[in-house]
C-alpha cells in the first residue's frame, strides 16, 4: 500500500482503537501541491460538511464580488426623525455607531429627533437559512439576517472565571435585556448552554454548564433592526448627543427632506472574510451569500445566491456540493464530500486572490477557531483551515504550510461522532503524521 495511503488509514485505525467511535464515519482527500499526487479514504462519500460549507461562499463571494466589495448603512436626518438605512453590514457594531454618532452630532445633529425610521428594505427574503433548526434561532449562532445589523445581532453574555457561573454581564449593555441564568461549571473544554428567549424580547433563560476557559455564551435578538435602534441611541447619549424623554421606532422612510447624511462603508470583503472562515460567523456567510444574489441576479433571496456559487464552480469544473442550501453550513440538509472540497482547494491555489482565501482561514495555535489548538508540529510547519462543527460532525478542510507556503492540501470529514471532541482528536492525530511525513 503506498504511503500515503497508509497516513489516511493508520490514523482511522489508531483513533478508532483510541475513542471507541468504531461508528462514526471519516473520508478523508488529501493531495501534494507541488507533485500533484494525491491519497483518498471514502473521499467520494457524501458527509454533513457543517462550517466547511462557508468555503463554497466564500470563495465564491471573493470571485463575483472583488477583494475590495464594501456595505454602507446610510444615515439621514429629517425635520423631526433620523432614518437608518441597512445595507447590510455584518461588521458593523458599538464602534462603528459611536463614530457616525460624533459625525452626525459635527454635522449639526445635537439632540436626536423623536422618531427613528428604520429602513429594512435592503434584505427581503426569510432572516434565516433553509433548514436551521427551531431551537438554533436564538443561540448566537443563529441569529437573523436582516439588512441592519449589529454587534452581529447577538448579545454576549459572559461570566468571570473565578466567580459564580450564574453571575453574568453582558455586552451591549442595554436596559432592556433581562437574563435567567441556571448555569454551573465544568472541567470540560467547551461550554454546554441552551439559551431560550421569550418570545418578542431581551428576556433570555441559560441554562447549562459553562466551561472556565470558554465563560460566555450568546443569544440572538429578537429584531435586528430594533436592537439597531436601540444600541444606536445609546452610542448617541455617549456621543454627548440630547435624547429626548420619549422617542419611536417607525419601519420604512420619512417623506420629508434630508438636511444631513452620513455614510458608513463596511470594511473591505478582504476582511470580512476573516468573520466568515476564521471566526466561522454564520450570519456573515447569509449575507455574502444573499449579496451575491442581489449582485448577480437582482433578487435579494438565497436561492438566487446559491444559484451564483453554483454557476461560479460550474466555470471552473468544479463538482460543488452534492446539496448546497446555506451559506454557513448549519443546515441539516447540505452535503459535500471530502474530494469535491479538495478540488475546491486545488483549484484556487492558481486564483489571483488566493493569498487573501489563504490569510482569511484559521491558524493552529494561533487565530480563529484553531487558536486552542496545541498539536506540536515540527518547525516551520503550521496549518490553515477552515473548521466545522455541528452535533456528531466534525470537519476540516485546509492547507499545511511549510516556511509559509501551502505543501498539502486536504478535507477531513468524521460524521456520527459520540463525542465531537473526538473528531479534533482525529484531526489532531492526522495532521501531526502528515506534518511528520517526508
Request: aromatic fraction near 10%.
Amino acid at each position: 500500500m503506498k504511503t500515503w495511503e497508509k497516513i489516511l488509514v493508520e490514523a482511522s485505525a489508531a483513533w478508532e482503537k483510541e475513542t471507541k467511535e468504531e461508528g462514526a464515519r471519516v473520508g478523508c482527500a488529501l493531495f501534494c501541491i507541488r507533485t500533484g499526487r494525491q491519497a483518498e479514504l471514502d473521499a467520494g462519500k457524501l458527509f454533513l460538511p457543517a462550517s466547511n460549507n462557508k468555503l463554497w461562499t466564500s470563495i465564491a463571494a471573493l470571485e463575483c464580488l472583488g477583494k475590495n466589495y464594501c456595505w454602507t448603512t446610510r444615515f439621514t436626518v429629517h425635520d423631526r426623525a433620523l432614518c437608518i438605512h441597512g445595507g447590510g453590514d455584518p461588521g458593523f457594531g458599538w464602534e462603528e455607531a459611536l463614530i457616525v454618532a460624533r459625525h452626525l452630532k459635527k454635522k449639526g445633529m445635537t439632540q436626536l429627533p423623536p422618531v427613528l425610521f428604520l429602513d429594512n428594505s435592503w434584505l427581503t427574503g426569510r432572516p434565516w437559512g433553509t433548514g436551521w433548526a427551531w431551537d438554533d434561532l436564538a443561540q448566537g449562532y443563529g441569529a437573523r439576517v436582516e439588512s441592519l445589523i449589529m454587534e452581529g445581532n447577538r448579545i454576549i453574555f459572559r461570566a468571570a472565571p473565578e466567580g459564580e457561573a450564574s453571575r453574568l454581564s453582558w455586552y451591549p449593555e442595554l436596559p432592556s435585556v433581562q437574563v435567567i441564568p441556571h448555569l454551573s461549571w465544568t472541567k470540560a473544554r467547551y461550554s454546554d448552554v441552551t439559551v431560550e428567549r421569550e418570545g418578542n424580547t431581551h428576556r433570555f433563560r441559560l441554562q447549562g454548564r459553562l466551561s472556565r476557559r470558554e465563560p460566555e455564551v450568546s443569544g440572538a435578538v429578537w429584531c435586528g433592526a430594533r436592537f439597531f435602534a436601540e444600541v444606536f441611541v445609546e452610542t448617541c447619549r455617549h456621543a454627548g448627543i440630547l435624547i429626548p424623554d420619549r422617542w419611536e421606532v417607525r419601519e420604512g422612510v420619512p417623506e420629508s427632506g434630508t438636511r444631513i447624511t452620513v455614510e458608513y462603508a463596511s470594511r473591505p470583503l478582504s476582511k470580512v472574510l476573516h468573520r466568515v472562515n476564521r471566526d466561522s460567523d454564520n450570519l456573515t456567510a447569509e449575507i455574502l451569500l444573499r449579496t451575491l444574489g442581489l449582485e448577480g441576479k437582482g433578487v435579494d433571496h438565497e436561492t438566487a445566491g446559491l444559484e451564483v456559487v453554483r454557476e461560479t464552480l460550474g466555470k471552473w469544473k468544479l463538482t460543488g456540493p452534492a446539496v448546497y442550501t446555506d451559506g454557513s453550513g448549519l443546515s441539516g440538509y447540505n452535503l459535500s464530500s471530502p474530494r469535491a472540497l479538495a478540488e475546491l482547494l486545488r483549484t484556487f491555489l492558481r486564483r489571483e486572490d488566493f493569498p487573501i482565501f489563504l490569510d482569511s482561514l484559521s491558524l493552529y495555535g494561533v487565530h480563529g477557531t484553531l487558536a486552542d489548538r496545541v498539536e506540536e508540529f515540527p518547525a516551520g510547519t503550521t496549518v490553515a483551515a477552515k473548521t466545522g462543527s455541528l452535533a456528531g460532525v466534525k470537519t476540516l478542510t485546509g492547507y499545511l504550510l511549510r516556511s509559509g507556503l501551502p505543501r498539502y492540501g486536504f478535507s477531513l470529514m468524521v460524521n456520527g461522532l459520540l463525542e465531537e471532541e473526538n473528531g479534533e482528536r482525529l484531526q489532531d492525530m492526522f495532521l501531526a503524521r502528515l506534518a511528520s511525513f517526508r
